[in-house]
Nanobody
Framework: QVQLVESGGGSVQAGGSLRLSCANSGDTYSTYCMAWFRQAPGKEREGVASIYTRDGRTNYANSEEGRFTISQDRPKNTVYLQMNSLKPEDTAMYYC??????????????????WGQGTQVTVSS
């Protein structure tokens, strides 16, 4: 397992932007699938986006592609989630997750062995 620390959450109005960061304590030589999940009150945790650190290949879970962009700074061992045109329905706790190796199909939370503590995103209308 590795330690993941998220930051960058906050409160914004609809249409605004936020950039979340996830710092990975693991060594930079290992390759991971890094993913962002989110969980709104009373709802299941859902995948948002993932990136394979070895080649930067990205995947987006639903229709967030176009509004959300996942990226990495490999030397810093940090993954980002740039979120634009935010909507009230994006309000949730956002979690960073990691697993060794390439990203699996789908976004089963049980595939990921390491999780951050979460960062709250609140979007007001």
């Amino acid at each position: 397992q590795v330690q993941l620390v998220e930051s960058g959450g906050g409160s914004v109005q609809a249409g605004g932007s936020l950039r979340l960061s996830c710092a990975n304590s693991g060594d930079t030589y290992s390759t991971y699938c890094m993913a962002w999940f989110r969980q709104a009150p009373g709802k299941e945790r859902e995948g948002v986006a993932s990136i394979y650190t070895r080649d930067g290949r990205t995947n987006y879970a639903n229709s967030e592609e176009g509004r959300f962009t996942i990226s990495q700074d490999r030397p810093k061992n940090t993954v980002y989630l740039q979120m634009n045109s935010l909507k009230p329905e994006d309000t949730a706790m956002y979690y960073c997750a990691a697993l060794f190796g390439p990203c699996p199909l789908g976004y089963s939370r049980y595939s990921y062995h390491s999780w951050g503590q979460g960062t709250q995103v609140t979007v007001s209308s």
